[in-house]
């Protein structure tokens, strides 16, 4: 088996950036992974399937989002997006002969992943999507490929440590997200707002104490300000992320589990960590055993 190796650039402008201006946190190479994109791919996949359509066509189209620093994100003046999830796409699109600049890329948020399947408008939605039996019921969801969990965002010199910590003070979210309905559990003012960023900004500012999300989310946000803010306290919930497909095409489980296992072995899934969400400095977790897929 031959394979065509490209560079594939995964660090946004802005992210470049603020990290740049924070020294030379983003000069160790982190900033590109390599993708080995499969010569004759077709060849590989038995008539019929989704696979061999996808290789025969050098077409596929991927949702991911656009609003998360280090898990999915595109800048206006962005070619493409960004983050852990985009190179989990590129690895799976490169088992298939697609490489990175011919992936057709969507915005994809909450709400329309599961829309988005059944429908057609994507063929794979990689978007900090959390595996449930509820999702499964509707369309397919392979991996878990990155497992994460509820955190706590801080300043760089916050005296937040633990969970009892934050009694009686303010820690931010979205509104209506159960993560606040959790860190209200815990004893914590609960302020809620439209976005992410401005929760970030309210921390940055000292407005609250602290933001709660899951935490891949979180380590996006400190990679941007690395030496302003930091995750703290181990995960207190559990979000397996997995790969989003059509049940009308059951094939495409065992495919993206054996790609993204092999990702695994090799150290493409380790490189894309690296160079996404472990900008923030966390260590590289082991990656997470994936779930069998359903019989066909």
């Known amino acids: 088996m031959r394979f065509i190796r490209t560079k594939a650039v995964i660090a946004t402008v802005g992210l470049a950036l603020s990290l740049a201006a924070c020294g030379d946190a983003g000069d160790d190479g982190g900033d590109t992974t390599d993708v080995e994109v499969q010569e004759n791919a077709g060849d590989e996949f038995d008539e019929g399937t989704a696979m061999k359509e996808f290789a025969d066509s050098g077409e596929i189209t991927i949702g991911v989002k656009y609003d998360q620093p280090g898990i999915g994100f595109k800048g206006a003046t962005d070619d493409m997006p960004v983050g852990f999830d985009p190179e989990i796409g590129k690895i799976l699109a490169a088992s298939l002969g697609i490489a990175p600049e011919d992936i057709t890329w969507k915005e994809t948020i909450s709400d329309n992943r599961e829309p988005f399947l059944q429908e057609g408008e994507v063929d794979l939605v990689i978007a900090s999507y959390s595996i449930t039996d509820e999702r499964r019921q509707v369309v397919g969801q392979a991996g878990p490929y990155y497992v994460t969990g509820q955190q706590l965002l801080v300043a760089s010199d916050s005296d937040i440590e633990s969970l009892d910590d934050v009694k009686g003070k303010e820690v931010c979210s979205v509104t209506g997200s ?75 489980c065992q495919w993206i589990v054996d790609t993204l296992t092999k990702a695994e072995d090799d150290g493409d899934w380790a490189a894309a960590f690296e160079a996404t969400l472990g900008q923030s400095g966390v260590d590289t977790p082991e990656p997470p055993a994936m779930d069998e897929c359903p019989a066909a």
């Not at 003012?189 to 401005?198: A, L, N």
């Open 178 to 252: 159960t993560s606040l309905d959790n860190i209200k559990a815990e004893g914590a003012k609960p302020r809620g707002f439209d976005t992410y960023s401005e929760c970030v900004d309210q921390v940055l500012s000292g407005t609250v104490d602290a933001m709660t999300t899951d935490g891949a989310i979180l380590l996006g946000y400190a990679a941007e300000h690395p030496d302003e803010l930091k995750v703290v306290v181990d995960p207190f919930s559990e979000e397996r992320y997995g790969v989003g497909y059509s049940l009308d095409k059951p094939e495409m």
